[in-house]
């Protein structure tokens, strides 16, 4: 394919030898030019060396060569080079030929979302060439070489079986020029035959004012406005804001190649083509290693400003960036001149997370700060300033006992910070331990306090120690690249030929797995220093893992429910609730000791809650059983008042919490058997427009009350006869609700939260197989019906087990076919059961298993989602299973129910 032979220089570089010394032999003319001046001024890069061929040895002498010599065409480059070193005598007599004549390689725009290589190499007089008729005599079988003039100068083309193109070169005074594409070549002509023509020199002579010539084994010369053209050339979409305004930002670099351990380093300095200049100072102690502690595992790529003050962002802001005035006046008046900017230390970080399919990227903006209640304060007074309401008006969520308000202003941060953080269709905002916190969307910013709550970050985790080693302290910028993580992304947005690409390749490609960028302020400029990390272990294959229990506990009866996990509010440790079939109670503690038991008279339904039900910091547990709503203290107590039977002669058959302004003034929002809904105050009464409420249906799964910021309220129940319902909290039915999705509905539903009403969807799928999603306007925006493989194959929406991201099941006969968002198949599995039950848990893009449980043969199995076992062996298991990600000893823990037995497996990545 086109797209992957021009990817790498090596290719064809026989080509380039052989043709180049046939012209030499007939043509040479002892005239001195430069070849950088026959470089067109679009080149992505730029790369200038007098000793290619130690380069090359030099690239294939790296560990990480090995894995990315899969690729055919590197090992069609090797080849070929081996053949022609054969014709040289095998003494270096190639080495020697080109050692010290100007070897310049540059990469050019040739279409929408192609690119080729423009190769030229300026030979000094006085060599020797004594070899190149042997190179003439021996040329390939089947090939030939056809002559045709351009502008007055003959350009030869090499024609063989070998090659998909024909090879043109030509000979400009002592300059050979060689390329696939022949307009290239009829490129540089015109260079040659124009002086006064704007070329890759003139328009970055600060480059060459810079740095004249060649260093080391190279320098490559590299812009933005160059990286621009490449990633919107591999990009299907164009409405790339970052890409842009970097193109915009015209700096350039003269970057030396190097190798050292494990790493391709890119060293040099950074020049701006218009001449401005950049302060990038920074404070004298930072806070860098402080910041990386706030900074996710799942960052796909993170952006360090370690400044001395935000104002120095002005000097590199993004001119491009098209500003609503109104918006920017409002931020100048009510934020910047309020003292706004002052508090602020300089110290941001961007974090944009990995993605999965076709999600919204979510993004997260650190901001340090040495007063967050006062800053807090005047965003929410530029908020409320926004909608001329009270202070006290603005609407506010809270999660992990955060409180998060949202301004909605599109690109937010970008008006703030000169055009940069873009991203933003709405700001959702909280302030933790000295940061101000800005997200992208309310999940990003649940996502985000969740991982940060669970010590799921950089300054935490073993694993991630080259990310944290990847930062410099003493720079005024740092980006730092997860490429594994980030490969998804780039997956995602690359057109079809290059996405066929990335995706064929992704093995050789994602060893190199760490790219890392810092910009350090000199007296002579700005030194930057780009590195690439690679992986030298080869890729492993996987052996078979059989789990052994690293935990039990043995009860005399068989266990019915759980485990279940909870918090313990005194140390934070996790500890299990289980039920035996005697209905007895029982919570273990994180070392599987008993802390209590407590008889039931019945099961317990659907999960288990923690309340701070005294507002004393110390937690209790509520739960239902089919009649009766429960407390129970610490100690096994039963809280004052309870337990209570709301429902009468019905049947609970979900239980949710509800706490609406994170103030310990609890609703329980009940479901039962006869489609009734109950909402009930703290002490389990009652309540006006709840009592009950009726919907017709039982429902699918438990009702929920879900706040999206610049929404409100919803009251959300989703019932077994098709029907979803949106009420306010007095139970009043919302405009449009019921809506009507089918006919049945036996699944869950999720939640897929956009900002806006009209963009925040309910997502379920109906007993027919057909995917709805339904906006909370109660419009239905989406319908896609999938296959129906039988009468009896069953359809269902599985979360994970944040509600965060989900998958649909198709469960036939003798198989389960497993599908992405989209409705496409990631994986398929041959079991031959009617009674199973599904479970998704997900801790990053590249940290995800899905759990098959099998009821009747009492086994658990835990899939990768490429559909690969991760236990060779499946687990005993008799229900649902609680799985925990641990960041700090990159394992995962597993906690089953088998017969009598609790069970803990630790799995480890």
């Given at each position: 394919?086109?797209?992957?032979?021009?990817?790498?220089?090596?290719?064809?570089?026989?080509?380039?030898?052989?043709?180049?010394?046939?012209?030499?032999?007939?043509?040479?003319?002892?005239?001195?030019?430069?070849?950088?001046?026959?470089?067109?001024?679009?080149?992505?890069?730029?790369?200038?060396?007098?000793?290619?061929?130690?380069?090359?040895?030099?690239?294939?002498?790296?560990?990480?060569?090995?894995?990315?010599?899969?690729?055919?065409?590197?090992?069609?480059?090797?080849?070929?080079?081996?053949?022609?070193?054969?014709?040289?005598?095998?003494?270096?007599?190639?080495?020697?030929?080109?050692?010290?004549?100007?070897?310049?390689?540059?990469?050019?725009?040739?279409?929408?979302?192609?690119?080729?290589?423009?190769?030229?190499?300026?030979?000094?007089?006085?060599?020797?060439?004594?070899?190149?008729?042997?190179?003439?005599?021996?040329?390939?079988?089947?090939?030939?070489?056809?002559?045709?003039?351009?502008?007055?100068?003959?350009?030869?083309?090499?024609?063989?079986?070998?090659?998909?193109?024909?090879?043109?070169?030509?000979?400009?005074?002592?300059?050979?020029?060689?390329?696939?594409?022949?307009?290239?070549?009829?490129?540089?002509?015109?260079?040659?035959?124009?002086?006064?023509?704007?070329?890759?020199?003139?328009?970055?002579?600060?480059?060459?004012?810079?740095?004249?010539?060649?260093?080391?084994?190279?320098?490559?010369?590299?812009?933005?406005?160059?990286?621009?053209?490449?990633?919107?050339?591999?990009?299907?979409?164009?409405?790339?804001?970052?890409?842009?305004?970097?193109?915009?930002?015209?700096?350039?670099?003269?970057?030396?190649?190097?190798?050292?351990?494990?790493?391709?380093?890119?060293?040099?300095?950074?020049?701006?083509?218009?001449?401005?200049?950049?302060?990038?100072?920074?404070?004298?102690?930072?806070?860098?290693?402080?910041?990386?502690?706030?900074?996710?595992?799942?960052?796909?790529?993170?952006?360090?400003?370690?400044?001395?003050?935000?104002?120095?962002?002005?000097?590199?802001?993004?001119?491009?960036?098209?500003?609503?005035?109104?918006?920017?006046?409002?931020?100048?008046?009510?934020?910047?001149?309020?003292?706004?900017?002052?508090?602020?230390?300089?110290?941001?970080?961007?974090?944009?997370?990995?993605?999965?399919?076709?999600?919204?990227?979510?993004?997260?903006?650190?901001?340090?700060?040495?007063?967050?209640?006062?800053?807090?304060?005047?965003?929410?007074?530029?908020?409320?300033?926004?909608?001329?309401?009270?202070?006290?008006?603005?609407?506010v969520d809270y999660y992990r006992d955060q409180e998060i308000f949202v301004v909605v202003a599109e690109e937010f941060p970008a008006h703030l910070f000169e055009g940069k953080f873009v991203g933003f269709p709405d700001t959702y905002i909280t302030a933790l331990n000295g940061y101000l916190i800005f997200a992208n969307s309310s999940k990003a910013m649940k996502v985000y306090l969740d991982d940060y709550f669970n010590d799921n970050t950089w300054g935490k985790t073993v694993a991630f120690k080259n990310m944290l080693e990847s930062m410099v302290n003493d720079a005024g910028f740092n980006m730092t690249v997860n490429i594994p993580k980030?490969?998804?992304?780039?997956?995602?947005?690359?057109?079809?030929?290059?996405?066929?690409?990335?995706?064929?390749?992704?093995?050789?490609?994602?060893?190199?797995?760490?790219?890392?960028?810092?910009?350090?302020?000199?007296?002579?400029?700005?030194?930057?220093?780009?590195?690439?990390?690679?992986?030298?272990?080869?890729?492993?294959?996987?052996?078979?893992?059989?789990?052994?229990?690293?935990?039990?506990?043995?009860?005399?009866?068989?266990?019915?429910?759980?485990?279940?996990?909870?918090?313990?509010?005194?140390?934070?440790?996790?500890?299990?609730?289980?039920?035996?079939?005697?209905?007895?109670?029982?919570?273990?503690?994180?070392?599987?000791?008993?802390?209590?038991?407590?008889?039931?008279?019945?099961?317990?339904?659907?999960?288990?809650?923690?309340?701070?039900?005294?507002?004393?910091?110390?937690?209790?547990?509520?739960?239902?059983?089919?009649?009766?709503?429960?407390?129970?203290?610490?100690?096994?107590?039963?809280?004052?008042?309870?337990?209570?039977?709301?429902?009468?002669?019905?049947?609970?058959?979900?239980?949710?919490?509800?706490?609406?302004?994170?103030?310990?003034?609890?609703?329980?929002?009940?479901?039962?058997?006869?489609?009734?809904?109950?909402?009930?105050?703290?002490?389990?009464?009652?309540?006006?427009?709840?009592?009950?409420?009726?919907?017709?249906?039982?429902?699918?799964?438990?009702?929920?009350?879900?706040?999206?910021?610049?929404?409100?309220?919803?009251?959300?129940?989703?019932?077994?006869?098709?029907?979803?319902?949106?009420?306010?909290?007095?139970?009043?039915?919302?405009?449009?609700?019921?809506?009507?999705?089918?006919?049945?509905?036996?699944?869950?539903?999720?939640?897929?939260?956009?900002?806006?009403?009209?963009?925040?969807?309910?997502?379920?799928?109906?007993?027919?197989?057909?995917?709805?999603?339904?906006n909370l306007q109660g419009e239905v925006a989406f319908r896609n019906q999938l296959e129906r493989p039988d009468r009896e194959s069953r359809f269902s929406l599985v979360k994970d087990q944040k509600d965060d991201r989900y998958l649909f099941t198709v469960h036939e006969f003798n198989k389960v076919s497993i599908l992405n968002p989209e409705g496409k198949a990631l994986f398929v599995l041959d079991i031959f059961s009617e009674n199973l039950t599904f479970q998704y848990f997900s801790f990053g893009a590249d940290r995800n298993i899905f759990v098959v449980v099998d009821r009747d043969q009492e086994f658990v199995y835990l899939y990768n989602?490429?559909?690969?076992?991760?236990?060779?062996?499946?687990?005993?298991?008799?229900?649902?299973?609680?799985?925990?990600?641990?960041?700090?000893?990159?394992?995962?823990?597993?906690?089953?129910?088998?017969?009598?037995?609790?069970?803990?497996?630790?799995?480890?990545?």
């Amino acid at each position: 394919m086109r797209v992957i032979r021009i990817l790498l220089i090596t290719f064809i570089l026989a080509g380039i030898l052989g043709g180049g010394y046939y012209i030499y032999q007939k043509y040479y003319l002892f005239s001195k030019s430069s070849a950088l001046d026959l470089i067109a001024p679009d080149a992505v890069f730029v790369f200038e060396t007098d000793k290619p061929v130690f380069v090359w040895n030099q690239l294939m002498s790296q560990p990480f060569w090995e894995r990315m010599s899969d690729m055919p065409s590197l090992q069609n480059a090797a080849k070929q080079l081996q053949h022609l070193d054969s014709l040289f005598g095998q003494d270096g007599e190639m080495e020697k030929t080109l050692r010290g004549n100007q070897f310049v390689l540059s990469m050019h725009p040739v279409g929408k979302e192609e690119f080729d290589f423009l190769y030229a190499i300026a030979i000094g007089p006085g060599a020797d060439f004594e070899f190149l008729e042997k190179l003439e005599s021996n040329l390939p079988t089947l090939s030939q070489i056809n002559t045709r003039n351009y502008s007055n100068v003959t350009i030869k083309e090499f024609q063989s079986l070998d090659l998909d193109r024909n090879l043109s070169y030509t000979l400009l005074n002592n300059v050979l020029i060689v390329s696939y594409t022949s307009f290239l070549v009829e490129e540089a002509i015109r260079y040659s035959q124009n002086s006064g023509i704007e070329n890759f020199r003139s328009r970055y002579k600060e480059l060459f004012e810079a740095q004249p010539s060649t260093k080391g084994m190279g320098v490559f010369r590299v812009s933005s406005q160059g990286v621009s053209r490449l990633v919107e050339g591999i990009s299907r979409n164009q409405d790339l804001d970052m890409i842009k305004s970097f193109g915009r930002s015209n700096i350039a670099a003269n970057l030396e190649l190097k190798f050292s351990d494990e790493k391709i380093i890119f060293d040099g300095l950074a020049v701006f083509v218009d001449g401005k200049e950049v302060n990038l100072s920074h404070p004298t102690q930072s806070q860098s290693k402080e910041l990386n502690k706030f900074v996710s595992n799942r960052t796909a790529a993170y952006f360090n400003y370690n400044l001395q003050s935000p104002r120095q962002l002005k000097s590199i802001q993004d001119t491009g960036f098209q500003y609503k005035s109104t918006l920017k006046g409002d931020i100048d008046k009510n934020l910047v001149q309020r003292g706004f900017l002052e508090d602020l230390t300089g110290e941001l970080g961007y974090m944009l997370f990995e993605i999965a399919g076709a999600e919204q990227q979510d993004r997260v903006l650190l901001i340090q700060t040495e007063s967050p209640d006062q800053q807090i304060r005047l965003l929410k007074q530029f908020n409320s300033g926004m909608d001329k309401m009270d202070l006290s008006l603005v609407p506010v969520d809270y999660y992990r006992d955060q409180e998060i308000f949202v301004v909605v202003a599109e690109e937010f941060p970008a008006h703030l910070f000169e055009g940069k953080f873009v991203g933003f269709p709405d700001t959702y905002i909280t302030a933790l331990n000295g940061y101000l916190i800005f997200a992208n969307s309310s999940k990003a910013m649940k996502v985000y306090l969740d991982d940060y709550f669970n010590d799921n970050t950089w300054g935490k985790t073993v694993a991630f120690k080259n990310m944290l080693e990847s930062m410099v302290n003493d720079a005024g910028f740092n980006m730092t690249v997860n490429i594994p993580k980030f490969y998804s992304s780039l997956v995602e947005i690359s057109s079809p030929n290059w996405k066929a690409f990335f995706q064929k390749y992704a093995p050789q490609l994602t060893s190199i797995d760490l790219m890392a960028l810092h910009v350090r302020q000199q007296d002579k400029g700005n030194r930057v220093n780009l590195e690439f990390g690679y992986n030298p272990q080869p890729i492993k294959t996987v052996s078979d893992v059989v789990l052994s229990e690293n935990r039990s506990v043995q009860f005399d009866k068989l266990l019915v429910y759980g485990p279940r996990s909870i918090q313990n509010f005194v140390d934070r440790s996790t500890e299990f609730v289980v039920q035996d079939e005697d209905f007895v109670l029982h919570l273990l503690s994180s070392d599987g000791e008993p802390v209590f038991s407590f008889p039931l008279e019945e099961k317990i339904t659907g999960a288990i809650y923690q309340v701070d039900y005294f507002k004393n910091g110390k937690l209790q547990l509520l739960f239902a059983t089919s009649d009766k709503v429960y407390i129970l203290d610490r100690l096994g107590n039963l809280v004052s008042g309870f337990p209570v039977n709301p429902v009468g002669d019905e049947q609970i058959i979900h239980l949710n919490l509800v706490d609406y302004n994170n103030d310990r003034d609890y609703r329980y929002f009940l479901s039962t058997d006869e489609g009734n809904l109950y909402l009930l105050d703290r002490e389990g009464r009652g309540l006006d427009g709840w009592n009950p409420k009726s919907v017709n249906a039982a429902l699918t799964t438990k009702p929920a009350h879900h706040r999206i910021a610049g929404v409100g309220d919803r009251m959300i129940a989703l019932a077994s006869d098709g029907q979803l319902y949106f009420f306010n909290r007095r139970g009043e039915g919302e405009l449009g609700s019921p809506i009507r999705l089918g006919t049945g509905i036996e699944s869950d539903y999720i939640l897929v939260e956009r900002g806006s009403a009209r963009d925040t969807r309910v997502v379920t799928i109906t007993a027919d197989g057909e995917i709805v999603h339904v906006n909370l306007q109660g419009e239905v925006a989406f319908r896609n019906q999938l296959e129906r493989p039988d009468r009896e194959s069953r359809f269902s929406l599985v979360k994970d087990q944040k509600d965060d991201r989900y998958l649909f099941t198709v469960h036939e006969f003798n198989k389960v076919s497993i599908l992405n968002p989209e409705g496409k198949a990631l994986f398929v599995l041959d079991i031959f059961s009617e009674n199973l039950t599904f479970q998704y848990f997900s801790f990053g893009a590249d940290r995800n298993i899905f759990v098959v449980v099998d009821r009747d043969q009492e086994f658990v199995y835990l899939y990768n989602l490429k559909g690969e076992l991760l236990n060779s062996r499946p687990l005993g298991g008799t229900g649902t299973i609680d799985l925990r990600h641990s960041a700090s000893q990159n394992e995962y823990v597993i906690y089953v129910r088998e017969g009598n037995k609790f069970k803990e497996y630790k799995l480890p990545l």
